[in-house]
């Protein structure tokens, strides 16, 4: 089973709309990650949010780590195409180590 | 900042080849992170190094896989002998010293594919 979960797997918006993406971890988080990537390249690191309530932005997307339900948000607003791509989450279990794990990915594609 | 450097980009293998993947890292950065990327599995973390020594390496999948980090600026990903279900996207990764929420630094991968 995975240990950290993102839902949906996959979406389809119109340019312009608002969407949010999640990520659930069956344990502890020590630190939570954004990346986006695209097809045929790396990923791209996003935000990181260390801890519980802690909310940061980037351009238009925002990221919320609630920890004590061990869960984290992704929002895009009046989304565009160019926010197309895979975003994964990525978290460590084990305080002091870099053993970071990372969710299955959510492929958001964006219609213009 | 030339970013993580990984080669090659693709590779085509046959069954039973022995393959190498390479990396370098990010100038300054003594951590580094093999992953491998798959539709089923996603993203696994196969071994990491910190200051050129693994310290995990639970997640390679067998030991048809070896890893080595003989310098600051260089690893490699070994798989030998190769199978089919060895197809991936292989990911290197680093981080800057310091501590252990540093974001890792992606390379762009390595498509590999074994026939």
């Known amino acids: 089973s995975q240990e950290l979960e993102q839902s949906p797997q996959s979406l389809i918006v119109q340019e312009g709309k608002n969407l949010t993406i999640n990520c659930t971890s069956s344990k502890t988080l020590y630190g939570l990650y954004w990346y986006k990537q695209k097809y045929g390249e790396g990923l791209i690191f996003l935000m990181m949010l260390q801890k519980g309530g802690e909310e940061k932005s980037h351009e238009k997307i925002t990221a919320k780590l609630d920890e004590k339900k061990q869960q984290s948000s992704l929002h895009i607003t009046a989304s565009q195409p160019s926010h197309a791509g895979i975003y994964l989450c990525?978290?460590?279990?084990?305080?002091?180590?870099?053993?970071?794990?990372f969710g299955t990915g959510t492929r958001l594609k964006v219609l213009a | 900042d030339a970013g993580v450097i990984q080669s090659p980009r693709h590779e085509v293998t046959e069954m039973g080849q022995e393959v190498t993947l390479r990396c370098k890292p990010i100038s300054g950065h003594n951590s580094l992170f093999w992953y491998r990327q798959t539709m089923m599995r996603g993203l696994e973390l196969l071994i990491y190094f910190n200051n050129n020594v693994p310290i995990d390496d639970s997640g390679m999948p067998e030991d048809r896989f070896s890893a080595k980090m003989p310098n600051a600026s260089f690893s490699t990903l070994k798989i030998q002998p190769s199978e089919p279900r060895d197809s991936a996207v292989y990911f290197c990764a680093s981080s800057p010293p310091g501590t252990y929420n540093s974001p890792l630094h992606f390379g762009n991968g390595t498509r590999l594919t074994v026939t």
């Open positions: 990525g978290a460590a279990h084990i305080p002091g180590t870099y053993k970071y794990i």
